[in-house]
Protein backbone atom coordinates (compact mmCIF):
# COMPACT_ATOMS: atom_id res chain seq x y z
CA UNK A 1 0.00 0.00 0.00
CA UNK A 2 0.78 3.79 -0.13
CA UNK A 3 0.36 6.70 1.97
CA UNK A 4 1.32 10.60 1.30
CA UNK A 5 3.82 12.31 3.57
CA UNK A 6 0.74 13.78 5.82
CA UNK A 7 -0.78 10.49 6.73
CA UNK A 8 2.64 8.93 7.39
CA UNK A 9 3.71 11.48 9.16
CA UNK A 10 0.16 11.45 11.47
CA UNK A 11 0.51 7.83 12.13
CA UNK A 12 4.08 8.02 13.25
CA UNK A 13 3.10 10.54 15.87
CA UNK A 14 0.36 9.01 17.13
CA UNK A 15 2.53 6.20 17.59
CA UNK A 16 5.42 7.61 19.15
CA UNK A 17 2.50 9.55 21.25
CA UNK A 18 1.08 6.13 22.38
CA UNK A 19 4.62 4.88 23.28
CA UNK A 20 4.92 7.27 25.97
CA UNK A 21 7.05 10.13 24.07
CA UNK A 22 6.71 13.29 24.99
CA UNK A 23 5.35 16.51 22.91
CA UNK A 24 7.43 18.02 20.57
CA UNK A 25 9.18 14.65 20.61
CA UNK A 26 7.06 12.37 18.92
CA UNK A 27 6.70 15.29 15.85
CA UNK A 28 10.45 15.17 15.33
CA UNK A 29 10.37 11.22 15.38
CA UNK A 30 7.64 11.22 12.77
CA UNK A 31 9.23 14.01 10.57
CA UNK A 32 12.62 11.89 11.41
CA UNK A 33 11.28 8.17 10.19
CA UNK A 34 9.71 9.35 7.20
CA UNK A 35 12.02 11.85 5.80
CA UNK A 36 14.41 8.62 6.14
CA UNK A 37 11.70 6.17 4.52
CA UNK A 38 10.88 8.95 1.55
CA UNK A 39 15.14 9.31 0.79
CA UNK A 40 15.03 5.78 0.80
CA UNK A 41 17.35 4.59 3.75
CA UNK A 42 14.95 2.66 5.42
CA UNK A 43 13.47 4.96 8.52
CA UNK A 44 11.38 1.65 9.47
CA UNK A 45 14.08 -0.63 9.13
CA UNK A 46 15.67 1.61 11.88
CA UNK A 47 13.00 1.35 14.50
CA UNK A 48 10.91 -0.85 16.92
CA UNK A 49 7.53 -1.60 15.92
CA UNK A 50 5.25 -0.63 17.38
CA UNK A 51 7.65 2.45 18.35
CA UNK A 52 9.52 1.87 21.81
CA UNK A 53 9.06 3.98 24.76
CA UNK A 54 11.67 6.80 25.82
CA UNK A 55 14.67 5.21 27.55
CA UNK A 56 16.39 8.47 27.91
CA UNK A 57 16.11 11.19 31.47
CA UNK A 58 14.07 14.58 30.83
CA UNK A 59 17.39 16.12 29.84
CA UNK A 60 20.33 14.83 28.12
CA UNK A 61 23.80 14.48 30.14
CA UNK A 62 26.52 17.08 29.33
CA UNK A 63 29.63 15.02 29.68
CA UNK A 64 32.32 17.49 28.27
CA UNK A 65 32.61 20.67 26.62
CA UNK A 66 34.89 23.33 25.13
CA UNK A 67 34.89 25.99 22.74
CA UNK A 68 34.71 23.83 19.65
CA UNK A 69 33.86 20.33 20.94
CA UNK A 70 30.91 18.16 23.32
CA UNK A 71 29.94 15.02 23.77
CA UNK A 72 26.42 14.21 24.84
CA UNK A 73 25.11 10.82 26.68
CA UNK A 74 21.71 10.35 25.38
CA UNK A 75 21.49 7.44 28.23
CA UNK A 76 20.05 5.06 25.51
CA UNK A 77 17.35 7.50 24.28
CA UNK A 78 16.04 7.47 20.51
CA UNK A 79 17.85 10.23 18.42
CA UNK A 80 14.34 11.98 18.34
CA UNK A 81 14.73 12.70 21.67
CA UNK A 82 18.12 14.55 21.12
CA UNK A 83 19.03 14.56 17.96
CA UNK A 84 17.80 17.70 17.04
CA UNK A 85 19.23 19.75 20.13
CA UNK A 86 23.40 17.72 18.83
CA UNK A 87 22.88 19.24 15.85
CA UNK A 88 21.95 22.63 16.84
CA UNK A 89 24.26 22.79 19.12
CA UNK A 90 27.24 21.57 16.03
CA UNK A 91 25.87 24.50 14.60
CA UNK A 92 26.39 27.41 17.52
CA UNK A 93 29.69 25.95 18.49
CA UNK A 94 31.08 25.83 14.33
CA UNK A 95 29.74 29.45 14.12
CA UNK A 96 31.59 30.48 17.05
CA UNK A 97 34.89 28.51 16.41
CA UNK A 98 34.84 27.66 12.75
CA UNK A 99 35.26 23.86 13.61
CA UNK A 100 33.11 21.77 16.07
CA UNK A 101 32.72 18.41 16.76
CA UNK A 102 30.03 16.81 18.74
CA UNK A 103 29.69 13.36 19.51
CA UNK A 104 26.23 12.07 20.90
CA UNK A 105 26.76 8.99 22.82
CA UNK A 106 24.34 5.82 23.73
CA UNK A 107 21.29 6.74 21.62
CA UNK A 108 19.30 4.38 19.34
CA UNK A 109 18.39 4.53 15.78
CA UNK A 110 21.84 7.06 14.95
CA UNK A 111 20.91 6.74 10.86
CA UNK A 112 17.75 8.92 11.58
CA UNK A 113 19.52 11.76 12.85
CA UNK A 114 20.00 13.01 9.06
CA UNK A 115 17.17 15.30 8.56
CA UNK A 116 17.97 17.27 11.61
CA UNK A 117 21.74 17.79 10.11
CA UNK A 118 20.16 18.76 6.55
CA UNK A 119 17.99 21.80 8.74
CA UNK A 120 21.52 22.62 10.12
CA UNK A 121 23.42 22.40 6.39
CA UNK A 122 20.23 24.46 4.66
CA UNK A 123 21.19 27.36 7.66
CA UNK A 124 24.66 27.89 5.32
CA UNK A 125 27.44 25.88 7.14
CA UNK A 126 28.94 22.39 5.74
CA UNK A 127 28.28 19.48 7.67
CA UNK A 128 29.15 15.40 8.26
CA UNK A 129 28.01 12.27 10.60
CA UNK A 130 29.72 9.11 11.17
CA UNK A 131 27.92 6.42 12.97
CA UNK A 132 27.99 2.84 13.65
CA UNK A 133 24.57 0.27 13.85
CA UNK A 134 23.76 -3.18 13.57
CA UNK A 135 24.47 -3.23 9.87
CA UNK A 136 27.83 -1.44 9.91
CA UNK A 137 29.49 1.96 9.85
CA UNK A 138 27.45 4.97 7.78
CA UNK A 139 28.65 8.63 6.93
CA UNK A 140 27.06 11.27 5.05
CA UNK A 141 27.88 14.64 4.76
CA UNK A 142 26.18 17.62 3.81
CA UNK A 143 27.40 20.54 1.51
CA UNK A 144 26.69 24.06 2.23
CA UNK A 145 23.08 25.01 1.74
CA UNK A 146 22.22 21.28 0.54
CA UNK A 147 19.33 19.28 1.61
CA UNK A 148 20.06 16.05 0.88
CA UNK A 149 23.69 14.37 1.55
CA UNK A 150 26.24 12.29 -0.02
CA UNK A 151 25.58 9.10 1.78
CA UNK A 152 28.03 5.76 2.32
CA UNK A 153 27.48 2.81 4.02
CA UNK A 154 30.16 0.06 4.81
CA UNK A 155 28.42 -3.23 5.44
CA UNK A 156 29.64 -5.24 8.95
CA UNK A 157 32.82 -3.18 9.96
CA UNK A 158 32.75 -3.81 13.93
CA UNK A 159 28.87 -3.51 13.81
CA UNK A 160 27.47 -2.42 16.71
CA UNK A 161 24.35 -3.25 19.01
CA UNK A 162 21.75 -1.48 20.22
CA UNK A 163 22.74 1.94 21.51
CA UNK A 164 25.68 3.79 19.48
CA UNK A 165 27.32 7.07 19.33
CA UNK A 166 27.26 9.88 16.49
CA UNK A 167 29.83 12.00 15.78
CA UNK A 168 29.03 15.41 13.97
CA UNK A 169 31.61 17.63 12.24
CA UNK A 170 30.15 20.78 11.70
CA UNK A 171 32.13 24.13 10.20
CA UNK A 172 31.93 26.76 7.80
CA UNK A 173 34.92 26.36 5.99
CA UNK A 174 34.59 23.30 3.32
CA UNK A 175 38.40 22.44 3.33
CA UNK A 176 37.99 21.29 6.67
CA UNK A 177 35.44 18.86 5.91
CA UNK A 178 36.68 17.98 2.95
CA UNK A 179 39.38 16.51 4.86
CA UNK A 180 37.93 14.91 7.65
CA UNK A 181 35.31 13.28 5.36
CA UNK A 182 38.51 12.22 3.38
CA UNK A 183 40.35 10.74 6.58
CA UNK A 184 36.69 9.04 7.02
CA UNK A 185 36.96 7.30 3.88
CA UNK A 186 40.83 5.98 4.27
CA UNK A 187 39.22 2.16 4.70
CA UNK A 188 41.42 0.19 2.24
CA UNK A 189 40.29 -2.94 1.09
CA UNK A 190 36.97 -2.26 2.04
CA UNK A 191 34.01 -1.59 -0.07
CA UNK A 192 32.04 1.46 0.32
CA UNK A 193 28.00 1.60 -0.77
CA UNK A 194 27.00 5.26 -2.12
CA UNK A 195 24.39 7.13 -2.64
CA UNK A 196 24.59 10.87 -4.15
CA UNK A 197 22.84 13.65 -3.05
CA UNK A 198 20.89 13.84 -6.24
CA UNK A 199 19.51 9.80 -5.71
CA UNK A 200 18.30 10.65 -2.51
CA UNK A 201 16.62 13.69 -3.97
CA UNK A 202 15.00 12.13 -6.54
CA UNK A 203 13.62 9.20 -4.11
CA UNK A 204 12.21 11.77 -2.10
CA UNK A 205 10.69 13.28 -4.79
CA UNK A 206 9.22 10.17 -6.35
CA UNK A 207 7.98 9.45 -2.83
CA UNK A 208 6.15 12.82 -2.59
CA UNK A 209 4.57 12.26 -6.04
CA UNK A 210 3.87 8.57 -6.10
CA UNK A 211 3.16 7.91 -2.23
CA UNK A 212 5.27 5.87 0.41
CA UNK A 213 5.43 2.37 0.08
CA UNK A 214 4.64 0.69 3.49
CA UNK A 215 3.93 -3.13 4.40
CA UNK A 216 0.07 -3.24 5.39
CA UNK A 217 1.53 -5.49 8.06
CA UNK A 218 3.22 -2.45 9.11
CA UNK A 219 0.77 -0.01 8.71
CA UNK A 220 -1.18 -1.52 10.63
CA UNK A 221 1.12 -1.74 13.32
CA UNK A 222 1.84 2.02 13.22
CA UNK A 223 -1.48 2.32 14.03
CA UNK A 224 -2.31 0.03 16.76
CA UNK A 225 0.45 1.32 18.30
CA UNK A 226 -2.30 4.99 18.79
CA UNK A 227 -4.67 2.85 20.89
CA UNK A 228 -3.00 4.25 24.24
CA UNK A 229 -4.05 8.06 23.43
CA UNK A 230 -7.24 7.07 22.39
CA UNK A 231 -10.33 7.66 24.23
CA UNK A 232 -13.32 5.24 24.30
CA UNK A 233 -16.29 6.21 22.20
CA UNK A 234 -19.16 6.57 25.17
CA UNK A 235 -21.71 9.48 25.83
CA UNK A 236 -19.35 11.05 28.68
CA UNK A 237 -16.28 11.33 25.68
CA UNK A 238 -18.81 12.14 22.96
CA UNK A 239 -20.61 15.23 24.95
CA UNK A 240 -16.93 15.95 25.71
CA UNK A 241 -15.63 16.25 22.11
CA UNK A 242 -15.20 19.55 20.23
CA UNK A 243 -14.63 22.85 21.58
CA UNK A 244 -15.53 23.93 24.94
Known amino acids: MRVSRN????????AYEGAGHHIGDYEDAAQLVTWSQMCGLGGFDRIAMPPAGPKGGATPRLVFENGGMAVIDAGGADVCEHGSLTSDLAHTKALSSGFAIVQLANCRYPGLILRSLSLVAQQGVFIAAYWQDAAGAHGASFESGATFPNYWHVENLNAAKGVSTITIICTDQPALLADAVARQAEQPNVQR????????????MQSLESGITVPAAHWDALNAAAWPILVPSDALSRAGAGPG
Open 7 to 14: EMNAALSR
Open 193 to 204: FEISAAQLAANY
